[in-house]
C-alpha cells in the first residue's frame, strides 16, 4: 500500500552542502589530482565572466564550503583566504566582455574554465565542472556536475574563488566608472544601472553590447540586492 504524503509542513528546510565524496571515488580509481572549476558573472550586462580551478587539499579542506550564491559577502571572503592559504593549487582566468561579445557567453563561460585548468600549478587526472558541460580542449578528463557548486567541495571552493575575483574586479571598474554604480550590482542589470546607461550610455569593452538588452534598445530591470548576490 502507497505510503500517503503528509500535509505537515516541515518544521526546517534542509540544506544539502556539499562534500569531497566525488573526488574521494575518483581518488580511488587512480584519478588525482582533481579540480573543480566553476565561473562567476554569466548575467551581467557588464564585465568579464571569470572562472576558477581549485585542487584542494583532502587532509586540510576549509570548514564552511558552499554555493557562494548561498553565501554573504563576509563570509566568501573569509573562505577565500583559507582556500588560497590550504589548497594544492588555485587558478584564475577570464573573458572579458570583448570576447564575450564576439562568441556567446557559454562558449566564453566554458573557455575562462578551461583557461583556469590550465593555469593551475599542479596537473589534475579529473576536472569536475559545475553545471551541464564539460569545457573543450582540457588537458584532463572531465566531468559535468548539475549544481556541482552545491555537491562538490572543489567545485564550491572555485565558485567562492571565482565571485570573490570578479566583484574585486568589478569594484576596480567602479572606481573609474564612477557614474555606474559597478561597485554595487556588479555588472547587474538593476536600476540603478539601468539608468546610468541611459544617462551616459555603455562602457566601451565594458559592457556586452551583444546582449538583448543593449540589441533591443532597452534594459530589462532588477532587484538591486538580490542580483548583486547571484553568480
Not at 593555469?119 to 580542449?137: S, T
Amino acid at each position: 500500500m502507497a505510503r500517503q504524503r503528509s500535509d505537515s509542513p516541515l518544521l526546517f528546510e534542509i540544506v544539502e552542502r556539499p562534500d569531497f565524496s566525488f573526488e574521494t571515488k575518483a581518488m580511488a580509481e587512480g584519478l588525482w589530482p582533481v579540480a573543480g572549476m566553476d565561473e562567476a558573472g554569466r548575467g551581467p550586462l557588464a564585465g568579464p565572466v571569470v572562472a576558477a580551478a581549485v585542487v584542494l587539499d583532502p587532509a586540510n579542506i576549509p570548514d564552511g564550503l558552499d554555493d557562494s550564491k548561498r553565501l554573504s559577502h563576509l563570509q566568501r571572503e573569509a573562505l577565500f583566504s583559507r582556500i588560497i592559504g590550504s589548497a594544492f593549487g588555485v587558478s584564475m582566468a577570464s573573458v572579458s566582455a570583448e570576447g564575450i561579445d564576439d562568441s556567446n557567453i557559454l562558449k566564453a563561460s566554458l573557455e575562462a574554465m578551461r583557461r583556469a585548468l590550465v593555469g593551475l600549478p599542479v596537473q589534475p587526472k579529473l576536472a569536475l565542472a559545475d553545471g551541464r558541460d564539460v569545457p573543450p580542449g582540457l588537458p584532463c578528463a572531465g566531468r559535468a556536475l548539475i549544481k556541482g557548486d552545491q555537491r562538490s567541495q572543489s567545485i564550491a571552493a572555485a565558485s567562492i574563488v571565482a565571485k570573490v575575483m570578479r566583484d574585486r574586479m568589478m569594484c576596480g571598474c567602479g572606481s573609474h566608472h564612477a557614474h555606474y554604480g559597478f561597485e554595487v550590482h556588479m555588472g547587474y542589470a538593476t536600476v540603478r544601472h539601468r539608468a546610468a546607461i541611459e544617462a551616459h550610455g555603455p562602457v566601451a569593452r565594458l559592457h556586452r553590447v551583444s546582449f538583448a538588452p543593449f540589441r533591443l534598445g532597452g534594459t530589462e530591470v532588477a532587484d538591486e540586492e538580490i542580483l548583486a548576490g547571484l553568480d
